[in-house]
């Protein structure tokens, strides 16, 4: 994959303004919650459900031989700006520790509510694997 960066543009914190990646594979991965794989929540904060999002989020990609440097774009839906705004350093590290220095294109939308209660992060993916050759 290669990272888009336009001349002049101030460097993107946590994320990349665009991605372009080879032709081959893509996953797409539906929206995941902090719950665990028997869809509870172990804790109500938001750096937990981050991190057990973002896991779910990997371990559908590893169900289909993808890892953390195939996602090229995820989005993120935060029931709770301020508390994003207070865990971004935990979160960060969170992200380091799973996803390595791999920095997709990123939005970060903030809504009111998620369907699965007491949920506070939602967060989707794409990645595409390498085309292989035939």
């Known amino acids: 994959m290669q990272t888009l960066h336009p001349e002049g543009w101030l460097p993107p914190i946590g994320y990349s303004n665009g991605i372009r990646t080879p032709v081959g594979e893509m996953i797409f991965v ?12 172990e804790s109500r904060e938001l750096a937990p459900q981050f991190e057990q999002a973002l896991k779910n989020i990997l371990d559908v990609l590893a169900t ?8 090229c774009r995820m989005t993120a839906y935060c029931c709770d700006k301020a ?3 207070a865990a971004r350093k935990q979160l960060g590290a969170i992200w380091r520790a799973l996803m390595g220095s791999n920095y997709p ?6 809504v009111s509510d998620l369907l699965d209660h007491p949920g506070l992060i939602e967060l989707e993916a794409t990645a595409v694997l390498p085309a292989t050759k035939g």
């Not at 539906?30 to 929540?41: H, P, Y």
């Not at 294109?105 to 903030?110: E, L, N």
């Open 30 to 41: 539906a929206g995941q919650v902090g719950w665990n794989a028997r869809q509870v929540f």
């Open 64 to 71: 289909g031989g993808a890892g953390p440097q195939h996602i």
């Open 83 to 85: 508390k994003y705004l």
């Open 105 to 110: 294109a990123m939005s970060m939308i903030f």
